[in-house]
């Protein structure tokens, strides 16, 4: 099957620019998160969806970030405007659920530079 | 929260010697799982172990689980090269299998 595709791959936006990311998960994955990665750090959950519903946004700064999963398919992660921290790679992820536990499969990953 | 703490921070051994992390958390979990990291691409899964299991085990990868410590080791045998990542642990919460937290991860580093 094909895997979780993400696009741009890489990005570069000076602050207070608006970026969009793009995520299109496992075909027939109910689920799909999307992740901030620092450099050196552990991938930490912004937002998660159930089909096009939020289950999850408790840790997505919503005064400058904000995403959608229209269909209940693909979704988009956007940020505006940007700033110096938000550079980090954005990694979307996608699971289905197997008996009580759930797999992850993740995409390659947007790396975003902010100047 | 239960975000798993890896240790150590990194790691560098020599091909064919075996590799072994740690993960520390702190609340009761549901599942804990591994995942590996290769320079600049994605997460991959590779092995999970449910809160009432003690050890699994994947081809070269055995994971241990004591949750009366509230640790996790994750061992690779027989090194190779192309095992050299980073290894994160994640823990999956009680009410929602879907809230998984990642700790800062152990990077491996495996010389030929």
């Known amino acids: 099957e094909a895997g979780v595709a993400q696009s741009p791959r890489y990005k570069i936006i000076e602050k207070r620019q608006s970026v969009a990311f793009w995520c299109n998960p496992i075909s027939g994955h109910a689920t799909l998160y999307w992740y901030q990665q620092i450099l050196g750090q552990g991938p930490k959950l912004l937002i998660q969806f159930q089909n096009n519903g939020v289950v999850d946004d408790s840790q997505l700064p919503k005064d400058r970030f904000s995403a959608e999963r229209l269909k209940g398919v693909d979704s988009t992660l956007k940020i505006q405007p940007a700033k110096l921290e938000d550079s980090a790679v954005y990694l979307c992820a996608s699971s289905r659920p197997r008996g009580v536990a759930y797999e992850q499969y993740f995409g390659p990953g947007t790396r975003l530079t902010v100047t | 929260s239960q975000q798993g703490e890896e240790d150590p921070q990194a790691l560098s051994i020599q091909e064919g010697e075996n590799a072994t992390m740690n993960c520390s958390y702190k609340?009761?979990?549901?599942?804990l799982q591994w995942y590996r990291q290769n320079s600049g691409r994605g997460l991959v899964h590779l092995i999970l172990?449910?809160?009432?299991?003690r050890e699994k085990h994947s081809g070269r990868l055995r994971v241990t689980l004591d949750t009366s410590k509230k640790s996790s080791s994750l061992l690779i045998t027989a090194s190779r090269a192309a095992d050299t990542a980073s290894y994160f642990c994640?823990?999956?919460?009680?009410?929602?299998?879907?809230?998984?937290?990642f700790g800062a991860g152990t990077r491996l580093t495996v010389k030929p």
């Open positions: 609340t009761s979990i549901n599942n």
């Open positions: 172990i449910r809160s009432n299991e």
């Open positions: 994640a823990t999956a919460a009680p009410y929602n299998n879907n809230d998984m937290r």
